[in-house]
């Protein structure tokens, strides 16, 4: 049983996801603790962050729900309409276009630095207890909750804890959790870029041997640029490519965008620094262990190939304030295992599918075998010739 004073839930770490956690519980009726090792800086709008998201609509519509997603929208959150997916190899593209959804857009490209700005407000407003800076250290559990230690000296208790904590997360690994990894030997390098030609609200995506090329148009910054010319791209690279990439000079790096993107939308020019992430897959083989939940990267960490990462996190956080909201309203526990078990089977199984099917797709689109060489683009094609095949694939990608 929770003692007086105590939070119902204890969340460790604020990013995207610990934040959205944060608020979604805390909205629900639960008393809620929020632990970040770091103090996120205020977004400004002329700083824009080198991290971006495709948020698809679904989880757009969780924000809204929140309550934070006007503040977002009306910050910096550009609406693409289109999205366009090919093979250097040949072969047709494949096409996705908001209007044959009957929707005004596929989703939303936006700054982690805006969502975590715009989520850190609200969780304060909405009366969350905020250690920060501070990190775990120590975990005790048993039946009843767990027993939290933390850096700066602090214990802090609570019924149920969230391992929200990032990829290597410290509170599932002191839970025991196990994860099973998956190195793809790859990087994401991430950079803001202009095109000669414009973007006109496409997200596009070629796929190269090395891995996939995508550029996500954003909104403009610069009040004299040309209006619409601005993208971020995620550059999927072997990792000693990645380290070439990253050492070469504006203009060669310029040279060899615009040649791997195939000129596509013209020259493209450099307009930040260049930053490369390392990429693999790793899936925790449990969700829950005890009374300890973990959610988001520290639960799934996904290859970026379809920007899917941060929108299967809140997924996880969308599924587990309906399930709170359901016993709470059925006067139920709404930590009783069985429960959270549920919880973790269907977000368990969702997660895992996704994963394995990025991981399929950047195997056959990295192949350099003739089989899978001669497939991919007739294979890109017929998903866009036909409708239900289209339908299915947007369908999972927007959570609608
Ligand atoms: C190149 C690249 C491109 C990507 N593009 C997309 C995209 O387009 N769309 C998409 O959906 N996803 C994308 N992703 C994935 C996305 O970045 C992650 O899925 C997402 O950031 C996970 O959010 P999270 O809140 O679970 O973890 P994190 O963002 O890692 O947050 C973890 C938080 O926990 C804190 N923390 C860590 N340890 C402790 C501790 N011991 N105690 C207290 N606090 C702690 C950290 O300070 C941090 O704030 C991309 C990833 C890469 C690498």
């Not at 962050?49 to 503040?71: C, E, I, K, T």
Request: charged residues 25%; glycine residues 10%; proline residues 4%.
């Amino acid at each position: 049983m929770r003692r007086r004073g105590q939070p119902d839930i204890a969340i460790v770490g604020g990013g995207v996801v610990g934040l959205a956690a944060a608020l979604a519980l805390a909205r629900s009726g639960l008393d809620v603790a929020l632990v970040e090792a770091a103090q996120p800086p205020a977004w400004q709008a002329q700083r824009p962050d080198l991290r971006v998201y495709a948020l698809a609509p679904d989880n757009a519509a969780l924000l809204a729900a929140l309550g934070v997603w006007s503040g977002i929208a009306g910050a910096r959150a550009h609406a693409y309409r289109r999205m366009r997916v090919w093979d250097a190899g040949g072969g047709d593209d494949l096409v996705f276009d908001a209007d044959t959804f009957g929707r005004r857009e596929l989703g939303w490209i936006v700054e982690h630095g805006l969502l975590v700005d715009r989520l850190w407000q609200a969780v304060i407003a909405a009366g969350v207890r905020l250690d920060c800076p501070a990190r775990i250290t120590g975990l005790e559990q048993d039946a009843d909750g767990v027993r939290l230690q933390l850096d700066d000296g602090s214990r802090l208790e609570a019924t149920l804890a969230l391992a929200a904590d990032g990829a290597e997360s410290t509170l599932r690994d002191l839970a025991g959790i196990a994860v099973d990894r998956q190195d793809y030997k790859q990087r994401g390098l991430v950079a803001y870029v202009t095109t000669a030609q414009a973007h006109e609200d496409t997200a596009w995506q070629r796929f190269l041997p090395g891995g996939p090329l995508a550029f996500l148009p954003c909104s403009d910054v610069d009040a004299d640029a040309p209006r619409g010319h601005r993208s971020s791209i995620v550059w999927t690279v072997p990792d000693d490519e990645a380290r070439h990439l990253l050492a070469l000079g504006d203009t060669e790096f310029n040279r060899a965008l615009t040649r791997a993107f195939d000129s596509r939308l013209g020259q493209v020019t450099l307009q930040s620094n260049r930053v490369a992430f390392p990429l693999r897959r790793q899936l925790a083989r449990d969700y829950v262990r005890g009374r300890v939940v973990a959610v988001g990267d520290a639960a799934h960490v996904v290859h970026p190939l379809a920007g899917q990462g941060v929108n299967l996190g809140l997924r996880d956080i969308a599924a587990l304030r309906d399930s709170v909201v359901a016993a709470r309203a059925s006067r139920l526990d709404w930590s009783a295992q069985d429960r959270l078990a549920r919880w973790a089977r269907t977000r368990k199984s969702d997660n895992a599918v996704a994963a394995h099917a990025f991981d399929g797709i950047n195997r056959m689109f990295g192949s350099r075998a003739a089989v899978p060489t001669l497939l991919r683009g007739p294979l890109l094609g017929l998903a866009g010739r036909v409708p239900p095949l289209a339908h299915l694939l947007w369908r999972r990608a927007s959570g609608l």
